[in-house]
C-alpha cells in the first residue's frame, strides 16, 4: 500500500508564504508523475501544479502562475508546492496525488492519478 502524507499547511495572512510536502511511504512504486490539486468549499478539486518525476517538466494554472512552484527531491520521493504572494482566493484543502503509470507528460485529470494524500488545510486571511 502507498501512503502519501502531506504537511505544511496552516493559516497564513495575504501575501505570505507556505511550503507544502508530500511524502511517498509504504510500497514502493516508480514515481511517474505528481501533482498538488486543491478544493475550496462548494467547489470542483482543480490541479494547481503538476510535475513529471523523469523530465522534471511542469504545469502551472493560471491562477498560481509566478507564485506556486513544484519541485520534486527524487531521492526522498517527495514533492513540494512552494506558495508565495498568497491570496484569500487560494484558501482551500491541499492534495497531493501521485502517479505510478508510466507515462512522458505531465497530467493534471484527477483520473489520472493513482494515490492520494488526506489533504492539508491552507486558509489566506485578508
Known amino acids: 500500500q502507498v501512503q502519501l502524507v502531506e504537511s505544511g499547511g496552516g493559516l497564513v495572512q495575504a501575501g505570505g508564504s507556505l511550503r507544502l510536502s508530500c511524502a511517498a511511504s509504504?510500497?514502493?512504486?516508480?514515481?511517474?508523475?505528481m501533482g498538488w490539486f486543491r478544493q475550496a468549499p462548494g467547489k470542483e478539486r482543480v490541479c494547481v501544479a503538476a510535475?513529471?518525476?523523469?523530465?522534471?517538466?511542469?504545469v502551472y494554472a493560471d491562477s498560481v502562475k509566478g507564485r506556486f512552484t513544484i519541485s520534486r527531491d527524487n531521492a526522498k520521493n517527495t514533492v513540494y508546492l512552494q506558495m508565495n504572494s498568497l491570496k484569500p482566493e487560494d484558501t482551500a484543502a491541499y492534495y497531493c496525488?501521485?502517479?505510478?503509470?508510466?507515462?512522458?507528460?505531465?497530467?493534471?485529470?484527477?483520473?489520472?492519478?493513482?494515490?492520494w494524500g488526506q489533504g492539508t488545510q491552507v486558509t489566506v486571511s485578508s
Open positions: 496525488a501521485r502517479r505510478v503509470r508510466a507515462t512522458m507528460r505531465v497530467v493534471t485529470m484527477e483520473y489520472e492519478y493513482d494515490y
Open positions: 509504504g510500497r514502493t512504486f516508480s514515481s511517474y508523475a
Open positions: 510535475i513529471n518525476w523523469s523530465t522534471g517538466s511542469t
